[in-house]
């Protein structure tokens, strides 16, 4: 194979494989669901899928299914278009817009396969960069045109931010020739639900999953809202039989069933409950100097600790314990962050007491460190710069040993 068949950027990109280590007790770091699918549901599932025709494709009209999404969001069939998955539609348009010669606007820092896809299939795009309180900047909308498409993620992820709904319709009434994209798939965390407002506005799509208010992350089912003209369009687009028998099944036999439904509505209440008792025992337990959790509209926290070696420590400890979380220091804007998914009360106390020893640590540090500047001053007043900044790595080590023993 000619070497240079894959371009720089493609082979410099790193991988997107998110790694499963056995030993994680506690998976925090993808969003998803903690408590599965009822294993007696799961059976009759697994039956259906015993009288599917494994053989044949599986169907690729789904107009059924996306009849009753468009009752779960209030709209008509010819405004869904559903697929494996969000992330398949996000791949879709960004290439479709980009073979087009579309000028696409993303907000940073966001939904990390919005720089991925875009690193590794070569195509450019504009960031529209956050304030440095990690809110959407308005006062800095970009100019959009006919030719621009542009991409916000409401609530974001991974910050937890969200996007004005009024500014929204401003937005949207201001500039009717641009396409605006909004990932909504965290919408059943908080309240705005934006998906009807793609009745009104034709430059519109809204996309949405099952993946995070559901339990069914496995099962790859997304959907995109729009008016019927741009549902059609985006059809055509979407590679067919994508879905395979097992996710159709379920979608046909168990999504919309009342026990189901009722099910994953009160599991979102829970984890909305557990997200805004651990923003608050984090506001009020750590002061600002030392950590930031910012205020989150999805099932995950983003939390900044400012120390670099205290952030650095709380990595290794929570890996050293089991429990997975993303480092999000790499997106922009996001230094010394990690964000963490609403798990279960049992996890998010395992996050919540690591965190604490963690940085417990951390303050028994300072307060050495403290002591020993008094020590230095006292055993040599005269001499200049002798604070403990000037003692050699291993002087403080020991000193630090010798204090924790
Ligand atoms: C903002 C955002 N959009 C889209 C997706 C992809 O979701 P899906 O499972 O529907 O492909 C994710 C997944 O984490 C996400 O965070």
Same mark, same amino acid.
């Not at 950027?9 to 494989?17: C, D, K, P, Y």
């Not at 028998?245 to 994953?264: D, G, V, Y």
């Not at 403290?370 to 080590?397: H, I, N, T, Y």
């Given at each position: 194979?000619?070497?240079?068949? &894959?371009?720089?950027?493609l082979?410099?990109?790193?991988?997107?494989?998110?790694?499963?280590?056995?030993?994680?007790? &506690?998976?925090?770091?993808?969003?998803?669901?903690?408590?599965?699918?009822?294993?007696?549901?799961?059976?009759?599932?697994?039956?259906?899928l +015993?009288?599917a025709?494994?053989?044949?494709?599986?169907?690729?009209?789904?107009?059924?299914?996306?009849?009753?999404i468009?009752?779960?969001?209030?709209?008509?069939?010819?405004? %869904?278009?559903?697929?494996?998955?969000s992330?398949?539609?996000?791949?879709?348009?960004?290439?479709y817009?980009a073979?087009?010669?579309?000028? %696409?606007i993303?907000?940073? *820092?966001?939904?990390?396969?919005?720089?991925?896809?875009?690193?590794?299939?070569?195509?450019?795009?504009?960031?529209? +960069?956050?304030? @440095?309180?990690?809110?959407?900047?308005?006062? $800095?909308?970009?100019?959009?045109d006919?030719?621009?498409? +542009? %991409?916000?993620?409401? *609530?974001?992820?991974?910050?937890?931010?969200?996007?004005?709904?009024?500014?929204?319709?401003? !937005?949207?009434?201001?500039?009717?020739? =641009?396409?605006?994209? /909004?990932d909504?798939?965290?919408?059943?965390?908080?309240?705005?639900?934006?998906?009807?407002?793609?009745?009104?506005?034709?430059?519109?799509i809204?996309?949405?999953?099952?993946?995070?208010?559901?339990?069914? =992350?496995?099962?790859?089912?997304?959907?995109?809202?729009?008016? @019927?003209k741009?549902?059609?369009?985006?059809?055509?687009?979407?590679?067919?039989?994508?879905?395979?028998?097992?996710?159709?099944?379920?979608?046909?036999?168990?999504?919309?069933?009342?026990?189901?439904?009722?099910?994953?509505?009160?599991?979102?209440?829970?984890?909305?409950?557990?997200?805004?008792?651990?923003?608050?025992? !984090?506001?009020?337990?750590?002061?600002?100097?030392?950590?930031?959790?910012?205020?989150?509209?999805?099932?995950?926290?983003?939390?900044?600790?400012?120390?670099?070696?205290?952030?650095?420590?709380?990595?290794?400890?929570?890996?050293?314990?089991?429990?997975?979380?993303?480092?999000?220091?790499? &997106?922009?804007? +996001?230094? $010394?962050?990690?964000?963490v998914?609403?798990?279960?009360?049992?996890?998010?106390?395992?996050?919540?007491?690591?965190?604490?020893?963690?940085?417990?640590?951390?303050s028994?540090?300072?307060?050495? /460190?403290?002591?020993?500047?008094?020590?230095?001053? /006292?055993?040599?007043?005269?001499?200049?710069?002798?604070?403990?900044?000037?003692?050699?790595?291993?002087?403080?080590?020991?000193?630090?040993?010798?204090?924790?023993?």
């Amino acid at each position: 194979m000619q070497s240079n068949i &894959f371009n720089e950027r493609l082979q410099q990109a790193g991988t997107r494989v998110a790694h499963s280590v056995l030993s994680t007790r &506690f998976q925090l770091d993808k969003n998803e669901q903690t408590d599965d699918v009822d294993f007696a549901l799961k059976q009759q599932v697994v039956n259906c899928l +015993l009288n599917a025709n494994w053989n044949r494709y599986p169907t690729s009209d789904y107009r059924d299914i996306e009849a009753k999404i468009a009752g779960y969001c209030d709209l008509q069939p010819e405004n %869904i278009a559903l697929s494996a998955g969000s992330a398949s539609i996000i791949t879709t348009l960004l290439d479709y817009f980009a073979l087009n010669q579309k000028r %696409i606007i993303i907000t940073q *820092p966001s939904y990390s396969l919005f720089d991925y896809h875009c690193q590794t299939y070569n195509i450019n795009y504009e960031s529209w +960069l956050l304030t @440095p309180e990690l809110e959407y900047d308005y006062d $800095n909308i970009p100019k959009l045109d006919a030719n621009s498409v +542009l %991409i916000v993620t409401t *609530p974001n992820n991974p910050v937890g931010n969200t996007f004005d709904a009024a500014k929204l319709e401003k !937005l949207l009434t201001d500039n009717p020739q =641009a396409c605006i994209i /909004l990932d909504a798939v965290y919408c059943e965390f908080c309240q705005m639900d934006i998906a009807p407002l793609v009745r009104k506005y034709e430059n519109l799509i809204v996309l949405r999953s099952f993946s995070k208010a559901f339990p069914i =992350a496995g099962l790859r089912l997304g959907y995109l809202c729009a008016a @019927p003209k741009t549902t059609a369009a985006v059809r055509k687009l979407l590679l067919q039989f994508s879905i395979c028998h097992f996710s159709l099944i379920f979608a046909r036999e168990m999504l919309f069933t009342p026990e189901f439904m009722e099910t994953s509505r009160r599991q979102v209440r829970e984890i909305i409950a557990e997200r805004e008792r651990m923003c608050r025992l !984090l506001t009020d337990n750590y002061d600002r100097q030392t950590l930031k959790v910012f205020k989150s509209a999805g099932n995950f926290l983003l939390i900044r600790v400012f120390d670099d070696a205290a952030y650095k420590q709380l990595l290794a400890d929570l890996e050293a314990a089991g429990i997975r979380v993303l480092n999000t220091s790499r &997106f922009p804007l +996001l230094y $010394n962050t990690l964000r963490v998914s609403i798990g279960s009360r049992r996890e998010n106390e395992a996050f919540l007491n690591c965190l604490h020893n963690s940085l417990a640590g951390v303050s028994a540090d300072t307060a050495l /460190l403290a002591d020993l500047l008094q020590e230095c001053f /006292l055993a040599d007043k005269s001499r200049v710069g002798s604070g403990v900044g000037d003692m050699p790595r291993e002087s403080w080590a020991r000193a630090r040993q010798e204090r924790r023993a």
